[in-house]
């Protein structure tokens, strides 16, 4: 049946081709040639336009696919590059034209196997005293009796003399639009003051909202920006978010990236990040911009120094393709905008594909405490020849003092009355330097090579206090300590990240079939030295156990990565990709524990360990594709094979060695009308091996209360993913919908199993020899367990209100995780526990569009979560619940001409945890400043940060084995004032976002695709 259907759809096609051929070698021989049509009018009066030049060029229409599949926006369309002039005259007296295509040039296209209907045309016209036009045309095919006809349609020309007058005009766009899977958001339907940012700007718009200091986009997290579609410093989003001008923006695309493999080949691998794309106005891509400021106060019954200062700039230099962004920044008031990769302590080196590449999928919120930061950055980018170039360099030192308290229940220490308790002083320093690149080769149409080079320095140095006590309830009444402990540590450490991933893809002469090749080289190195004293008192005994020791430890990680895709699409509908995948990992890991006795340092064969393992994957698959009309489906399967090995070689030698087989179904399904509504739901399965440290068999006793170990018996795990997303909009209105939802299960997954030595001590089996716990201390071990569950469901919808003045988003998360592990208490019995986390929270933002006179922005969160265990048998551990909400008022009004005062009131509230840490309190910051200089570039301003001083910061951390209540030293009030300097140099002025071209662009694009 299918090999008839084949036959039938070959020989079709072949009639058709040859058919063609013979009608247009007919017209060469009866000297029949092609002619271009069209006509040029005034947009003033309707007037012709006589003697205007006429250039028609043809252009590849997968130079437009190409650019609309990485990121769609209508600036890059200025950018294509055309082929062949086809023809060029002038219009006559009427303003119309007809050009004749030379045999040769129609006959060079035809060798490239270009057909009419498939032609992309673009249009130059010029006329003096009026505006240089290019117009992009999908021309319309007739027949006439003296050949054929390529009809182009009418052209409007404006006098230059008149393009003054449009920045005047207030056009009246659609504040939101979808393009494919694109939402597009128009940034002049959201008004902000003056000095707003770029995430200021994007707070505002329907399906954004923030959570805990992170910016939230449909439901997940922005783990992306790029401006004008270029990274803009390494791609960090805080960066991006806070240093673009929000009056730079006019439009903002919200789209799931993917990979550079799927966008090439067209086969989804379901590797997307949540991105969004600044698209500058035309002012902006020519000229400077940016700031320069100071700050200078003193804290009021604050906290941290008592001479709080500010300084810093931006400085953005855009020459077209060519730009040159510079940030500094130095404070001691908290401002704080790096991601992960400025904290040292990297991710682990393990199994797992992608060596560095799992870095940029994580970003941290602010450090807690109290930071002095100091910052530099450089961004640039260009466009060499056939070379997109770019790249950033950012340097940062953040001295960070925090102190803590928390209280700790144990789920089954609860039952006997166990808990931990600890105060604790961290001060630490961290300089770090990250190096991003990103070169991008076109070699030609049917090949592209990328570069992303990736490096991290980093050091640290960190000193550490801790006191803390565990105790147990005797009868639930009386709270007995078990063990009193003061710990003292000074550490310090180095990191080196290094990666490069290379990317090559080649389209063959037949549509569709096409072969993409990543190879990704990593290196990672970290060693440290930690100096440890340790003051332990058992209450029960009235002695003490004091310790002095030197901990080195040294890490590292060699990998390669390699995937190989090929693509053949068997028709327009049907479609298969075959796939290749391949991961070698080599870690080593040394950690030496030299022990104070005797006037002298001594090696601690009990608490020193050098381990190397090391891991590969091979994996064969094959994908379906099938795309009709709004459906697209993808579905396939990979045969995997992987290995996991270790080598012990000291203190004793051991040797581990285990193969593993799987499966790896996957499958994705797509439907929508890519202008009001978009569907996806993506199932997806994977394995990860566990890291070195979660196999090195050595104790950590750097807190004699809380200790780890390694567990070589670990074998991978086998995760199952399913992802849901749903758009729907409606341009007209405004109003929006979006629904995203992910669950997962995982078999095999790594889970706690802690011990709890309780008020006798226990003894443990470490390798060959035994370790002693000394009472109320724990320690903690990774196993593999089955029944780890994860699910989240979350909803939001945009509403106008008030005739779009007010600009409504509303969402709702549901969340739940189920956890096993293992505890034992004492020599007791091993017991199973079921940790149960489901929680349901409401985000509700109102945000003003009145004027740039009077911006507002209400927001309220609101959290409440459970804590269940099954291993808990009273009623108060069994079933915890807690309630968390923010709520907050921002307001900036300029009341007078140039004076600004605004203000943010925000209020939280804690209930459900720890009698000590409920809390309930407000922030309250205010300012007021004014405006100077001939275009008000000066601004200086008087600000108190927490003026009612009540500023706090409350925590709950919730495991499988434990819940965590967490009180953190923040800033208290203190008054500042500070002076800042507006750049503003731009070509033609920064209104100047009207542009005729791009219109164009919008009503072709549209008019091809929806």
Do not use: C
Not at 276 to 297: S, Y
């Amino acid at each position: 049946m299918f090999l008839i259907r084949d036959m039938l759809i070959r020989g079709f096609s072949l009639l058709i081709a040859l058919s063609t051929t013979l009608f247009v070698q007919a017209q060469r021989g009866f000297g029949f040639a092609p002619v271009l049509s069209g006509s040029v009018i005034a947009a003033e009066d309707s007037s012709k336009v006589s003697g205007a030049k006429i250039e028609v060029w043809y252009f590849p229409e997968d130079s437009l696919s190409s650019w609309r599949t990485s990121f769609p926006s209508v600036e890059a369309l200025q950018k294509i590059k055309v082929e062949s002039l086809l023809a060029s005259g002038l219009t006559d007296e009427n303003g119309i034209y007809k050009l004749d295509i030379e045999t040769e040039v129609m006959g060079k296209l035809r060798s490239k196997g270009v057909r009419f209907r498939e032609m992309m045309l673009s249009v130059f016209i010029q006329k003096s005293e009026y505006e240089d036009v290019w117009n992009i045309v999908k021309p319309e095919m007739q027949r006439t009796e003296s050949g054929i006809a390529i009809i182009l349609g009418r052209v409007q020309l404006r006098k230059i003399a008149n393009l003054q007058k449009l920045d005047a005009i207030n056009i009246r766009t659609k504040s939101i639009e979808m393009n494919g899977d694109t939402t597009e958001i128009n940034a002049g339907s959201f008004k902000v003051n003056p000095d707003a940012s770029a995430e200021d700007l994007i707070a505002k718009m329907p399906g954004v909202m923030k959570s805990g200091g992170d910016l939230q986009a449909q439901g997940e997290k922005v783990q992306r920006v790029l401006v004008d579609g270029k990274p803009f410093f390494g791609e960090d989003p805080k960066a991006a978010l806070k240093n673009v001008p929000a009056d730079a923006i006019s439009k903002v695309q919200i789209y799931d990236a993917q990979s550079e493999q799927s966008q090439f080949t067209g086969f989804d691998d379901g590797n997307t990040t949540k991105t969004i794309n600044i698209i500058t106005k035309m002012g902006f891509k020519t000229g400077q911009f940016g700031k320069i400021f100071a700050g200078a106060g003193k804290s009021i019954e604050g906290t941290g120094d008592d001479i709080k200062f500010q300084g810093g700039g931006s400085y953005n230099t855009f020459n077209g393709d060519r730009r040159l962004s510079i940030l500094a920044q130095s404070n001691n008031i908290n401002e704080q905008n790096f991601a992960v990769e400025d904290i040292l302590g990297m991710m682990p080196s393990g199994g797992g594909r992608g060596g560095m590449r799992s870095m940029g999928d994580f970003f941290v919120n602010d450090q807690d405490g109290i930071v002095t930061s100091h910052m530099l950055g450089l961004n640039y980018s260009d466009k060499v020849g056939n070379w997109d170039i770019s790249g950033s360099y950012f340097f940062g030192n953040s001295i960070n003092n925090r102190e803590t308290g928390s209280e700790r229940f144990y789920i089954a220490g609860r039952q006997a009355g166990l808990t931990y308790s600890e105060n604790s002083n961290k001060i630490s320093n961290n300089i770090n330097h990250r190096l991003n690149g990103r070169l991008k080769w076109n070699i030609n149409e049917k090949n592209k090579l990328i570069l992303q080079p990736r490096v991290t320095i980093q050091a640290n140095k960190r000193n550490d206090t801790i006191d803390a006590v565990t105790s147990i309830e005797d009868n639930l009444t009386n709270v007995l300590p078990i063990s009193t402990l003061n710990n003292f540590q000074d550490e310090s450490g180095d990191a080196l990240n290094a990666s490069l991933e290379i990317d090559y893809m080649h389209a063959f002469e037949k549509p569709g079939r096409s072969i993409a090749i990543e190879f990704i080289p990593s290196f990672r190195n970290r060693g440290g030295i930690n100096n440890l004293a340790n003051n332990l008192l058992l209450e029960s005994s009235s002695s003490a156990v004091l310790t002095d020791q030197i901990i080195s430890s040294t890490s590292g990680n060699l990998s390669y990565s390699t995937e190989i895709e090929f693509t053949e699409m068997i028709d327009s509908v049907n479609g298969i990709e075959f796939e290749y995948q391949s991961d070698l990992n080599q870690n080593s890991s040394e950690r030496l524990n030299e022990f104070y006795e005797f006037s002298d340092y001594y090696l601690d064969t009990l608490l020193s360990n050098r381990y190397i393992n090391g891991y590969y994957r091979h994996a064969l698959g094959a994908q379906y594709q099938y795309k009709m009309g709004k459906w697209r489906m993808d579905i396939g399967a990979y045969g995997q094979i992987a290995g996991l090995d270790g080598d012990q070689s000291f203190p004793y030698p051991e040797i581990i060695q285990r193969k593993f087989f799987n499966v790896l179904p996957r499958a994705s399904i797509r439907y929508g009308d890519h202008r009001s509504s978009h569907f996806r739901l993506f199932y997806r399965t994977n394995t990860n091996a566990p890291d070195i440290q979660e196999l090195q068999n050595v104790v950590d006793n750097s807190n004699l209360l809380q200790l780890s170990v390694g567990n070589p018996d670990l074998v991978q795990n086998y995760q199952h993913r399913v992802f849901l997303r749903y758009f729907s909009m409606s341009p007209e209105s405004g109003k929006s919908k979006f629904l995203f939802g992910n669950f997962s299960i995982t078999q095999n997954a790594f889970t706690n199993f802690t011990r709890l030595a309780g008020e006798n001590g226990l003894s443990i089996n470490v390798g060959d020899s035994t370790y002693v716990l000394n009472p109320g201390s724990q320690i903690t071990q990774k196993v593999n367990m089955n029944g780890v569950v994860s699910a989240m469901l979350s909803g939001s919808i945009g509403q106008p209100l008030a005739g779009g003045k007010l600009n409504l988003n509303l969402g709702i998360t549901l969340n739940y995780s189920q956890t096993p592990s293992k505890i034992q208490l004492g020599d007791g019995k091993v017991l199973r526990n079921m940790s149960q986390n489901p929680s349901a929270s409401l985000n509700l933002g109102l945000g003003s569009n009145i004027s740039e006179k009077i911006d507002f922005l209400i927001s309220s969160s609101s959290s409440l979560s459970e804590v269940r265990n099954t291993m808990a048998s009273d009623l108060t551990s069994s079933l915890q619940q807690y309630f968390f909400q923010t709520t907050s008022f921002n307001i900036n009004v300029m009341p007078l001409g140039s004076w600004v005062v605004t203000t943010d009131l925000s209020h939280r509230a804690f209930t459900g945890l720890d009698a000590n840490f409920n809390q309930n309190f407000f922030l309250w910051n205010a300012a007021i400043g004014r405006k100077f200089g001939k275009k008000n570039e000066w601004d200086v301003r008087f600000r108190i940060f927490d003026i009612l001083n009540q500023n706090r910061s409350i925590n709950r951390s919730v495991t499988e084995t434990y819940f965590e209540d967490i009180k953190t030293n923040v800033l208290t009030r203190y008054i500042m004032l500070n002076l800042t300097y507006n750049i503003r140099n731009l070509k033609g002025g920064s209104n100047q976002e009207i542009d005729p071209m791009r219109v164009k662009m919008i009503k072709y694009w549209r008019g091809r695709h929806h």
